[in-house]
């Protein structure tokens, strides 16, 4: 089971950036589907940003052109860029990794999951 441990969050000013980063314990994410989720209280759970081992990326409507959604397969790494933030991003982030070459987006598909790390936006 791969363990993914994300750092990065904290609290910005409205208009704000913030630049999360994802750790995977195995050398996965040149194979692997790797997303960024997030969660606000009393929502569910939403992608946020999506990209496969051939590098495609796929946002959510709400993000495209403020965030960018990068990885670093000789660091193992995956990184997700948030400028222009605002109070509605606010929500708990979280990594996920799945298995196969190419990404099915919804929650359920991926098997890994971190911790999550907490970004609020007032």
């Known amino acids: 089971h791969v363990q993914l441990v994300e750092s990065g969050g904290g609290s910005v000013q409205t208009g704000g950036s913030l630049r999360l980063s994802c750790v995977a314990s195995?050398?996965?994410?040149?194979?692997?589907?790797m997303a960024w989720f997030r969660q606000a209280p009393g929502k569910q759970r939403e992608g946020v940003a999506h990209?496969?081992?051939?590098?495609?990326?796929t946002y959510t409507d709400s993000v495209k052109g403020r965030f960018a959604i990068s990885k670093d397969d000789a660091e193992n790494t995956l990184n997700l860029q948030m400028n222009s933030l605002t109070a509605e991003d606010t929500a708990m982030y979280y990594c996920?990794?799945?298995?196969?070459?190419?990404?099915?987006?919804?929650?359920?598909?991926?098997?890994?999951w971190g911790q999550g790390t907490q970004v609020t936006v007032s």
């Open positions: 990209i496969d081992s051939y590098g495609r990326l």
């Open positions: 996920a990794a799945q298995g196969g070459l190419y990404c099915q987006i919804r929650a359920s598909k991926f098997g890994n």
């Open positions: 195995e050398f996965i994410t040149s194979t692997y589907c």
